[in-house]
Structure formats: C-alpha cells, structure tokens
C-alpha cells in the first residue's frame, strides 16, 4: 500500500494550521450563556406566552368535573354507563398478568425515554423556533422560546441558541448540540430495540390483548370511562386482565402511532433521508416534521404525567405491583421496587450533565460506535431530491466565522480574480485551479434543501462546479479515502476550519463547489468564492471559503483526529447524513 504521506510535502502549512482540542467541554472557551424566554405560541399575529395554559388547564380540569358529575346525574347518562361500564363484554381477558419481561421492558422504556427527552429539548435549544413552511424566514414562526429576531445586522444561527438548565438539557450548555444528538440517537437505538423485542414478545403472547382493540364498543366505553374518571367516580379497576376502553385506546395510539410518528419525523429531519425521497419529503419537510415531533413529545410527555398521577391515585400498591413486582395484590413489594428503580433515575439524571462535560470526547466516541455505522448506510443514498424556482427560500440564515486573513481581504478586494483552488494529496495530478479555470468547467446548477445541524432549513439555487469533474481532472489514487476541504477562515477557538468527507460522496451527482446562489455570484456571507454543497449531509460540512482540498487516506493526523473542527472542538460526528 502506498504510504499515506506520499505526494503530501513535509509541513504541509494546510495541515500544520489545524489546532487540537480538548477532550472535556471547556466552559472557559465555549460560547457564554444566553437565556431564551418564556415558550411562546402564534396566533396570527399575537403572541401568547405559554405560562397560560396553566391558569386555563386548571379551569378546564374544575369545569370539567362539575361538567361530568352533572353528567351523572342525567338518567339517559346513567344507562349509557350501565350498558358501557369501561370494559367492553367481548374484550378478551389476559391471562399472564404483568410477565417479568413486560416488567423490565416498562422500566427500560422510562430509563431510555427520561433521557431522549432531556437531549431532544436540548436539541431544541439550538434553534429554539419551529416553523410549519420548509424555511426558516424569521418571524414566520408558530412557537419560539427566543427573542424575535433581530432586524438591523448579522444574527448567525449561532446567535440564536440559548441555555438550557443543566437538571433538564444535556448537557444543559448553549449550543452543545453536538453532544445532545449522541445522547438523542444512542438512546434512540437503545429505545428502537427494546421496542422492537417488545413487539416481538406482545404479538407471541396475550398481552397483544391488553392494547389492541378487537370490537368497535370501545369507543363508547372509553367515553363512558372518561365521564367516569372526570366525576371523581373512577371506574372499577380490572387491569391484571384488561384495560379499560380509554386505557386501551391510549395505549394503542402510544405504542402504535404515537411512537412510530416519533421514528418517521425524526428521520426526515435528516438530509440523506429527505433528499432521497423526493414528493414525500416535500409534503413532509423538515419545519413540518420537527413540529410534528415536538407534537409528539408533548403527547408523551402529557401521557407520562397522567399516566403516572392515575397510577398513584387509583390504587398506588395494586398498580405498582402490577408492574414492578408481578403481583396481584396490595403488599408493599411494588412500592419498594418503585422506589429502587427511582433511585437509579434519579442518580443517572443528576450525573447525565456533569458527566458529558466532563467527559465530552467519550460520549461523543461511544456515540459513534454505537450510531456511526448507521449514519455511514445512509451515506450511501444518492441524494438526488431537487425543487422549484417557486420553492426558494426568502431567507437563508447564515453562519460561521468569517475569514480575516489579510490574503482573503485581498482576493474579495479584486472579486477573487486572482483565487486559486488547491488540489493535492493522494491524487496523480495535483493541480491549482484559477477562478477563471474552475468557471470554465461546465456549470451545474440544482436547486436543493439545506439541512442545519442546528435545525434551520432552506432552499436555494446553486451554480458551480461539479465535485466528480474535479476528480476526473486530478485522478485521486486509489489509497485515497477522503476529501479534506481546509476553509480560509478558522474557527471559534481558532486554528483553520476543516471537514473531511468520504471520496464516495464527492461522486454524487448533486455534489458541487458553488459559487453562485440563486443565479448571482455567491456573497461572503455563504462562503464566496467556493463553497462545498453534499447534499446527503448536514450544513456544517459543507465548508464555505474554501482554499485547498486534500486527499487523504486517513484523518487520524489532521487536528484533533476528529474529522473536521466542529468533530474535533464541538463533538460532532464525521458521518452526518441524519
């Protein structure tokens, strides 16, 4: 095999101008805290603070009983419930009780869930916005917990980030993303297996009996099990052998629609999804889909409050025997087992944070260990998803750091007449590209979706050079493994901005060096003179301003060994199709 280093000369100043990083998040050197607001929600024009729906929850809970007890007292009302008493006739019984793997499935279920919340609400934060329409022109939000944006200067989506407290986010630090998305998806994957071990195990046993519905009467039992719990007048509890009709329908819509919904949305927040599955992806676009998953958590966060307040008021020791002890009684075996398995959320919530500051590279390792693989599969995908004129964006939010480099000021200053585009490293014919050489190579143009990490989306019309015609120019050998696009400008902590890319992605048909957007030359703000588009991956690697690409067969040597500045200082991952 030919040595790595071969056609790469000793000092290469590219690589030697990369920095190290640390392996903890060093708060000192990190973006300094910005609070947000309260959560506030659109309608039409107004604003409501959310702080409101708790007055009006609590009005609608006193009015709603008063409206149910009355209920009760209509004769009409009290047959309806004679005839529907919760349970329908032909509901079939479920023999096996709470079975041991039902139980610990229910605790794994709490644990892993506990902690994609934390993370996803941290995710959140960094674009703390959500939108119906695909981009993200500000102020045409429905839901935000940050200011309105800013209309005199540059406001970076950067900027727009705020702190999460460390008891709720993980790990609770402005724009600490990168560390919160392997929480998210590590847990995601831990959740996806036990849930499918949980479907496998509901569909070979009776317990299938409990959640699915098998006779339309549900509906009216439900109905009448709701006015029954809305008058203080609970139903009588059968659940070592049945749910009731409202139990049953919950259950189902949770485990049936609610979470796939969760599986679905979140994967089409993902470039190497949505790029690839064309219509779809445009009816669910990414704003749609982050709001039907923010949906989705309130539903689970909505079903775990009630849930758990029915569980305690209801009959505390029957229920949780059911599920933490395996009994059908009302000993006070399940109320201590409740207690233990509380102890270790508890204890894992309070070390969550402290532990991925302290720790941020393991985290960020172990995440690629455990997601890395699957994020590669998706690479895979040709992205090839392309949009209308009519689909443009009004408004692409901008960010970076940009150059300040004296030789950078004097290319603009001649509108980059005098750029060159190096092109080295394992490649058979190392080359330097004038502007006017890269402009000369048939231009492509394609209109595409961009996908921030941070949550942003937008569409554009870019014009540029495709990335496989540079490849036929310079021939990478075949020892070459990545792309190495090294920026003109550096990032937040200094030392210059770089990524590397798989050199199966550079073959994509929709990989381009831009310099056009939206049929005029690129400005500075959105990386002029050339800027990277990979359309199967995140924003951030797609790297503005750029100076050199090298080919290389590994980046272990190259700044913190990382895969690029924001892998090396902000615990990204290389692999960012999803």
Not at 142 to 164: L, N
Not at 249 to 268: D, E, K, R, S
Not at 392 to 402: C, D
Request: net charge neutral; hydrophobic share 45%; aromatic share 14%.
């Amino acid at each position: 095999m030919t040595n790595v280093r071969e056609n790469q000369p000793p000092g290469d100043p590219f690589e030697m101008s990369l920095s190290s990083a640390d392996d903890r998040l060093r708060l000192s050197r990190w973006l300094p805290p910005k609070e947000g607001i309260v959560p506030h929600i659109r309608f039409g024009k107004r604003w409501i603070n959310i702080l409101w729906v708790m007055p009006l929850a609590i009005v609608v809970l006193i009015l709603g009983i008063a409206v149910a007890q009355e209920l009760r007292t209509i004769p009409a009302i009290q047959d309806f419930l004679t005839r529907y008493p919760g349970v329908p006739a032909s509901a079939p019984a479920v023999h096996s009780g709470f079975p041991p793997w039902l139980r610990w499935q229910h605790f794994f279920n709490l644990f892993f869930m506990i902690f994609i919340i934390r993370s996803g609400i941290q995710i959140l934060a960094d674009h703390p916005r959500l939108y119906w329409r695909r981009d993200c022109t500000p102020n045409t939000e429905w839901f935000r917990f940050q200011h309105e944006v800013p209309k005199d200067g540059i406001w970076t989506s950067k900027d727009d980030a705020v702190t999460i407290p460390k008891w709720l986010g993980i790990p609770g630090i402005r724009h600490s993303i990168g560390l919160a998305r392997w929480w998210h998806f590590s847990l995601d994957l831990l959740w996806l297996i036990n849930g499918a071990i949980f479907y496998a195990l509901l569909f070979t046993t009776d317990q299938w009996q409990r959640l699915v519905p098998t006779t339309w009467t549900v509906f009216p039992n439900a109905l009448s099990t709701a006015i029954q719990y809305g008058s203080l007048k609970f139903p009588a509890e059968a659940t070592w052998t049945y749910y009731n009709g409202l139990q049953q329908l919950t259950y189902f819509f949770t485990v049936f629609i609610a979470a796939p919904l969760a599986i679905i949305t979140g994967l089409m927040q993902g470039p190497a999804i949505a790029n690839k599955l064309g219509w779809f992806a445009k009816i669910l676009n990414r704003q749609a889909a982050r709001t039907i998953h923010f949906f989705v958590l309130c539903w689970f966060l909505s079903f775990i409050f009630i849930h758990v307040t029915l569980v305690f008021i209801t009959g505390m020791r029957e229920n949780l025997n059911f599920m933490f002890a395996g009994r059908n009684d009302d000993s006070w075996e399940g109320v201590m087992m409740f207690c233990i398995a509380m102890v270790v959320v508890i204890v894992a919530w309070g070390l969550a944070s402290p532990m991925t500051i302290k720790h941020a590279r393991l985290i960020q390792k172990t995440g690629q260990r455990m997601i890395g693989p699957i994020k590669g599969l998706a690479e895979w995908w040709d992205p090839n998803t392309q949009y209308t004129e009519q689909d443009i964006s009004p408004h692409l939010w901008i960010n970076g750091t940009l150059p300040q480099s004296d030789e950078f000021n004097r290319l603009l200053k001649d509108d980059f007449t005098n750029y060159r585009l190096r092109v080295y490293g394992l490649v058979d014919h190392p080359k330097e590209f004038s502007y006017a050489e890269l402009k000369a190579i048939p231009k492509q143009e394609q209109i595409t979706a961009h996908f921030c990490i941070q949550g942003w989306s937008g569409v554009a019309k870019w014009g540029g050079v495709p990335m496989r015609h540079i490849l036929e120019i310079v021939k990478p050998t075949p020892d070459a493994r990545y792309a190495i696009f090294y920026s003109f400008a550096e990032g937040a902590e200094g030392g210059r901005y770089y990524d590397a890319h798989k050199i199966q992605n550079m073959k994509h048909e929709l990989t381009l060096l831009a310099y056009e957007l939206n049929g005029a030359p690129a400005g500075v703000l959105h990386g002029a003179p050339l800027r990277l588009r990979c359309e199967n991956e995140l924003g951030f690697k797609m790297v503005k301003w750029i100076e050199a690409i090298e080919f290389v067969h590994d980046f272990a040597h190259l700044g913190a060994g990382q895969g690029g500045y924001n892998e090396d200082h902000e615990f990204y991952g290389y692999r960012m199709p999803i």
